[in-house]
């Protein structure tokens, strides 16, 4: 079985956070591309990873989703951009990682095909650059709703370099997210 599935994988400044870029085959009729091969993904990130749920939102402009993660249940997830762009943003919760409090962000869109591979120990949020945006991940542990946590979007602290022209549109949840001095976070 040919495994080249996917033509490169970068580590961010974040070493444990991967841009993964599928190999796409494109012609006058579409494009295919494989979203996910497990034995593809496991060679190539070198991570056998079991994924459990698949998510799928829709957004409008300027939503801001974030900065979410679970304590109790940590999920890993693989995150991609169906229609639209979004800026997605990984924070490292991990307090004994060197990068603990740093973040990245990338550009991900339904042009680029690129996908983010966040570790458990991160919260993960994702603001929308086009008209509307619908991003899928898949997630490596169960939504737990009694584990869900937020960190707030514009902590200081972090210096989030948001892409953004006007305010976020935010839910009722992430506008009370905790600051990350008084968040709960991974040993």
Known sequence: MNTKRIVKVENSAIPDVLLITPKVFGDERGFFYESYNHKSFTENTGLDINFVQDNHSRSQKNVLRGLH???????????RVLVGAIQDVALDLRQSSPTFGKSVSYILSAENYQQLWIPAGFAHGFVVLSDFAEVAYKATDYYTPSEERCVLWNDPKMAIAWQLDEPPILSAKDALGKLLTEAEIFA
């Open 69 to 79: 993660y679970q304590i109790g249940k940590p999920q890993g997830k693989l995150v």
